[in-house]
């Protein structure tokens, strides 16, 4: 185990990494982004199938940490209730999908913005 408790989290596989992050997500009320300079969001579009997906992030720490250093990208939040208002409708019209929490390993929880509100809201409702 890590002295860093960030790297140990980044360590989970991608199924514990998204039930810290839905956990997180519902504590702070808030998720994190990617953006540039521009403030467009960061969209990573898989090699493999072609599926785009926006990555989300519980804390600002472990956006920052994926960013690098490069100063590119900065971490943004988004607030619980803008995520569900705005961001899960633009997303499924866009055709896009959200890439919980990508960690140290390529494992990633891929899913749809309609189904990452439902998880969400049943933590929200304690009744995950």
Request: aromatic share 10%.
């Given at each position: 185990m890590s002295d860093n408790?960030?790297?140990?989290?980044?360590e989970m596989d991608g199924e514990e990494r998204y039930d810290y992050f839905l956990d997180?997500?519902?504590e702070e009320r808030e998720l994190w982004i990617?953006?540039?300079?521009?403030n467009h969001f960061?969209?990573?579009?898989?090699?493999?199938d072609g599926v785009g997906y926006l990555p989300v992030w519980p804390a600002e720490g472990f956006a920052?940490?994926?960013a690098g250093p490069s100063g590119d990208l900065s971490p943004k939040a988004i607030s619980l209730p803008?995520?569900?208002k705005k961001w899960v409708p633009g997303l499924s019209r866009d055709g896009l999908e959200v890439g919980v929490f990508p960690g140290?390993?390529?494992?990633?929880?891929?899913?749809?913005?309609?189904?990452?509100?439902q998880d969400l809201q049943e933590v929200l409702s304690g009744s995950f």
């Open positions: 408790p960030l790297a140990s989290i980044l997180a997500v519902v990617l953006v540039n300079g521009d960061l969209k990573i579009v898989s090699e493999e920052a940490d994926y803008d995520f569900f140290a390993d390529s494992e990633l929880w891929i899913t749809q913005p309609e189904e990452l509100k």
